[in-house]
């Protein structure tokens, strides 16, 4: 190949060098920042030492500690994933110098990249059932680790000492890396293997290799709690629920394979001009292919995610606006519904700024599946969120403990503990939490604050969040059991006796559950005590609707003697003419049979909101 | 750079050459630390009690001295180095004397306080499970043991040793007969199931629920001098308060007495009333009694006991009561009350005899049979001797004490609380006397004085141990994964 044949093909393989990348790392801040941010929120890594040799006292333990110091990052997603772009583009542009890999071919080494950032934005509803810490960032530092390993074994050329470093090197490797570790002196075997080197300096590092292979995971076994089963995959992520070996093993396991095929390279030596430019379009076609098929995209999956973030936030105008934004764009699908999580985010919402009464039906409902093979319960999602805002700290907190049993403790769950323990006026416990997130560098100011109310409880009642909790805690403590599910489970507790010193806001909360219950009996008890609690100037229009229904169907003459607004008499009046001309139909067909203004009506939700299945 | 030399000068000044502050400023105060090892009295053979100094200041200095002995440790964090504190418990008293440098510089010496060396030496083993603050889930379970004349702790088993993603087990209640571990059990439940016992050093997996009892074997007591253990069998349930410290409530819907006879590998009932709900099993130091509590409930056995029973559950006051036994012949006398608790308003729980018979500490909480997720549950000591009994107020905090452990010497006693967070259960320890008067509790010394407020597991179900478990945990795993359970025998009562 002349000069300026391989200038050419130099400049395709520099280009997308560069540019992939920061395509990589523009869609990642841009369009993943809800994710990016998740998998954050789920992690905690603080600078305590206690904490570190925690870690450091179990094989891999390191480099998850490692993942967990990356993870923190993505705090900011988009400084998070510019470090994972950079870890990236280290890994492929190591993987050609270590190998000597023509720049030519420069970009078959990223391949591993699109793997992990495949492997990484396909989990979707996974990264709720990932139980490995550090998961993210994890399988990059450990491929980094075994390019490390043949970078350093390289250079001991004598067989014999070649010999004894790659036992010492694999046995270490392995306790640092785990798998990573064993894939390390393996990648160098193969690498010797394909060197100039002896009969015997080739033989030895290779057998080396092996018994490092099999002796390393059954030597450490003797310090560990694991079983058997799991010593040869440990460092790669696992799960709770039983997820297939293959979704979560294989993409690491074959990005480990294309390392080791990496020095195999070199036999294949010069290739023709026609060959080379078939592997380049090649390679870029299967690197956009590779995380562009495995992404997960789907939108009520992000939408959850945004939502929550806003709840996070305290941003409760957000919230329904992401919702209202989501069904926007699916108006013309009929088959479209939201999540449950959605829904129950979207009624929190409403409820904080006592909209709840005007715009708590103004939205689709339903209870669309998770698309996903795993699915995952609402209440692992929004469990102790749900139960800290709506007032029940006692099932939060029974919620972040199951998280952090199964997951390990994280940012949220440390956050939520506090918070709760703030609520119960504990101040030790809280003061335990709050010191665990005053040693990290996103939550330190966080804790700060709460520090504050720790001291001074009573700064709680003017202070968001829990200015709008603690008028819910009016009731007497009830011993209830929640196998139910989180949203059934929240509505039975308001749907219970009326506390004795119920508050406003309470009696409020009460009332719109009463109402999503369909039942009258409740809905006239909440009723009249929600106008003798708030006195409202005026009855929020869904309760009219309400009323103005069961009082039509129950004939109890308050049709009279309540004082409905015209444009609720006028909207039953278009809504039971069109009922009737449009004869019985099932949710599907309403939707799209029934005009939005009749659609966003109690009426609409009391005949043709069914068949929801509450989580 | 002049006013830093000038400033360090002058630092160096205050401080000798042996480390020890000069020109001290005295306080009134004994200085705050972390655990709170002041005024406490300790065995000879303990770890060191390294401890965190929890006043602000910019410089810290500890003066450790047991007679002419002395270690000079400078940092908030106090870290007795073994060796030196080997010798310094040697003399019966140790001196604490704490300065700490404040923000103008100034070395505050804070009044001397002291901890007292006890002649009475503690077991120097002791084991626990370690569980997570959970509700269901129990994913990573683990007993361990510790050599408490210094930090080490090593796993005797963890149940992620054996269980997979699909199958989960549950490792609890390890128990031991006369502090030896050649002869010690715990349960493995679910996934590969059975209580393991250790028998004269061989393991055993035995599945002790018969067609005619409850359920398998759960809280143990080996019996003194025969080879017998009495178990309690249980149908456990809990629920989430939804708005109290209390997180959990734990229930048994049904709940009765068994004996299990290691000889005949046979399990016979002690008491099954219908009605009544046997719990916690434990026999008097000569075997010749069997001290358990209860509590009669006549409710329905439909669908809706359990929930009606989580409704009535703070009208459970479980009393105590005894049980005569004859060894050579598996006779049992009559039930008997012991302690009146309902008439008190209270329920008693969690009995256990000290070594020479004379003391049995109990918890004591407002209702129910599962003192330790509730917010107060307190200790109360019956001398057997006299019928007296008392609150321990010396031991008792404002959060809950649990479960407990007599030392083989019953000089001293180990008992789970929550005092220092009302959720995470440590350990502590306090030295009775011959008028069985405790002292104040100690923390189970750790490396890192801040090792319980950081670490976010509990300790569960301590017991002392003279001597370490010898089989390692790969032996316990292995047994496990690869035996079946044996399935005891159903013995019948005589006319039954």
């Known amino acids: 190949m002349n000069q300026k044949e391989e200038n050419k093909f130099s400049v395709i393989t520099t280009k997308a060098r560069w540019v992939l990348p920061v395509a990589l790392w523009a869609v990642l801040s841009f369009c993943s920042g809800p994710f990016l941010a998740k998998v954050e929120e789920r992690s905690f890594f603080q600078f305590d030492l206690f904490w570190f040799y925690d870690f450091l006292g179990q094989p891999a333990g390191l480099l998850s500690w490692c993942g967990l110091f990356f993870t923190q990052f993505l705090h900011l997603p988009w400084l998070g994933a510019l470090i ?532 | 750079m002049k006013h830093c030399i000038t400033i360090s000068a002058i630092l160096a000044l205050t401080v000798s050459c042996t480390g020890i502050p000069k020109n001290t400023v005295p306080s009134d105060s004994v200085p705050s630390i972390f655990p709170d090892y002041t005024d406490v009295v300790i065995p000879a053979n303990i770890a060191p009690l390294n401890f965190k100094i929890e006043e602000k200041g910019k410089k810290y200095v500890t003066v450790i001295t047991g007679g002419s002995e002395r270690a000079v440790i400078s940092g908030q964090k106090v870290r007795i180095p073994q060796r030196k504190w080997e010798k310094i418990k040697k003399r019966g008293l140790i001196g604490i004397e704490v300065f700490v440098m404040n923000d103008k510089d100034q070395w505050i010496s804070y009044r001397p306080t002291s901890i007292s060396v006890s002649d009475d030496e503690i077991d120097p083993y002791i084991s626990y499970r370690i569980i997570p603050v959970a509700v269901e889930a129990y994913q990573e379970l683990s007993i361990r043991q510790r050599n408490l004349t210094d930090f080490d702790e090593k796993v005797v088993f963890a149940n992620t040793m054996i269980q997979t993603n699909a199958d989960g087990a549950c490792i609890n209640c390890h128990s031991y007969k006369d502090y030896s571990t050649d002869n010690m059990l715990f349960h493995v439940r679910q996934f590969k199931g059975g209580t393991v016992m250790v028998l004269d050093g061989k393991l055993h997996k035995i599945n002790m629920k018969t067609d005619s009892t409850l359920s398998a074997g759960v809280y143990p007591s080996w019996h003194p001098t025969h080879e017998y253990i009495a178990l309690s069998n249980n149908r456990t349930h809990q629920s989430v308060h939804s708005a109290s410290h209390d997180k959990l409530e734990v229930l048994d819907d049904i709940s009765d007495l068994i004996l299990y006879d290691i000889k005949t590998n046979t399990v016979s009932v002690i008491e099954n009333d219908s009605c009544e709900l046997e719990n916690y099993p434990n026999w008097s130091a000569d075997g010749r009694k069997l001290y358990y509590v209860s509590y009669r409930y006549e409710g329905d056995y439909g669908d809706k006991r359990k929930n009606e029973m989580f409704l009535a559950r703070e009208t459970f006051k479980f009393n105590l009561y005894s049980k005569s036994f004859e060894p050579d012949t598996k006779t049992w006398g009559p039930a008997r009350l012991e302690f009146d608790a309902a008439a008190r308003d209270s329920s008693i729980t969690w009995p256990r005899v000290s070594p020479d018979g004379r003391w049995l500490l109990a918890c004591i909480s407002t209702h129910g049979v599962f003192p330790l997720d509730q917010i107060v549950s307190d200790f109360i000591m019956f001398d057997l001797k006299n019928g007296t009994y008392r609150y321990v107020d010396e031991i008792n905090s404002q959060y809950a004490e649990s479960f407990h452990s007599w030392s083989s010497n019953g000089k001293w006693l180990m008992f789970s609380t929550r005092r220092e967070d009302g959720v995470h259960t440590r350990l502590y320890f306090s030295h009775m006397d011959e008028n069985g008067r405790f002292s104040k509790p100690f923390a189970l010394p750790q490396h890192d004085p801040d090792f319980n407020r950081e670490f976010l597991y509990a300790f569960n179900i301590p017991e002392f141990m003279k001597e370490p478990i010898h089989i390692t945990p790969r032996q316990f795993a292995s047994f496990i994964s690869s035996t079946d359970a044996i399935p005891a025998k159903y013995e019948s009562k005589r006319g039954e």
């Open chain 1, 84 to 615: 994972w772009v950079l870890l990236l583009t280290l890994t492929a542009e190591l993987t050609r110098i270590v190998f000597r890999i023509s720049s030519k071919y420069a970009l078959l080494t990223y391949l591993p990249a699109a793997i992990f950032t495949g492997y990484n934005m396909s989990m979707g509803y996974l990264i709720y059932l990932v139980n490995h810490p550090g998961f993210f960032f994890a399988p990059v530092l450990g491929y980094l680790w075994a390019l490390l390993s043949v970078v350093v074994l390289r250079r001991f050329t004598k067989p014999a000492t070649s010999l004894i470093l790659i036992l010492i090197w694999g046995f270490a490797g392995y306790y640092i890396a785990g798998v990573y570790g064993l894939a390390g002196v393996i990648v160098s075997a193969v690498d010797t293997a394909f060197s100039d080197r002896s009969r015997m300096g080739r033989i030895l590092p290779a057998a080396g290799a092996v018994a490092v292979f099999i002796l390393a995971p059954i030597l450490f076994l003797g310090s560990t709690t694991y079983c058997l089963s799991t010593a040869w995959t440990l460092g790669i992520p696992d799960s709770i629920h039983g997820i297939s070996l293959a979704r979560m093993q294989l993409p690491i396991v074959i990005a480990l394979v294309l390392l080791a095929l990496a020095p195999v390279s070199r036999i294949f030596g010069e290739l023709s001009d026609k060959i080379c430019l078939r592997i380049q379009i090649a390679s870029i076609v299967v690197l956009l292919a590779i995380p562009a098929f495995s992404w997960y995209k789907d939108r009520n999956f992000k939408t959850e995610l945004e939502m929550i973030q806003a709840v996070e936030e305290l941003d409760w105008e957000k919230v329904p606006k992401l919702f209202d934004q989501l069904a926007q764009d699916h108006e013309s699908d009929p088959s479209w519904q939201p999540t449950r999580i959605m829904v129950a985010l979207k009624d929190l919402a409403l409820i904080k700024t006592g909209q709840e009464g005007n715009l708590g039906f103004g939205f689709d409902d339903g209870s669309m599946q998770q698309n996903t093979d795993n699915k995952v319960q609402m209440s692992m999602q929004v469990g102790w969120i749900l139960g800290f805002h709506y007032g029940i700290p006692g099932f939060c907190q029974r919620w972040i403990y199951e998280e952090s049993m199964l997951f390990g403790w994280s940012n949220m769950t440390f956050k939520y503990s506090t918070m709760t323990a703030l609520l119960f006026g504990n101040t030790e416990l809280a003061d335990k939490y709050l010191t665990m997130l005053d040693k990290t560098i996103f939550y330190r100011k966080w804790a700060r604050e709460q520090r504050k109310l720790n001291r001074d409880r009573s700064l709680l009642a003017t202070t968001a969040p829990y200015d709008l909790i603690l008028p819910l805690l009016c009731y007497d403590d009830v011993v209830l059991a929640d196998q139910e599910g989180c949203e059934t489970f929240i509505k039975r507790h308001f749907g219970g006796p009326s506390p004795e010193n119920s508050t406003p806001l309470y009696d409020r909360v009460a009332l719109y559950f009463a109402i999503k219950s369909k039942d009258p009996t409740l809905f006239w008890t909440r009723f009249f005590l929600y106008l003798e609690s708030n006195n409202p100037h005026k009855i929020d229009r869904y309760y009219q609707e309400a009323a103005y229904l069961y009082s039509s169907i129950q004939k109890n003459g308050l049709l009279e003697a309540l004082p409905f607004d015209d444009q609720v008499k006028d909207l039953y009046n278009s809504f039971t003419e069109s009922a009737s001309k449009f004869g019985p139909m099932n949710m599907e067909e309403a939707k799209m049979k029934f005009p939005a203004n009749l659609r966003h009506t109690f009426f609409y939700y009391y005949y043709y909101v069914n068949n929801i299945k509450l989580f």
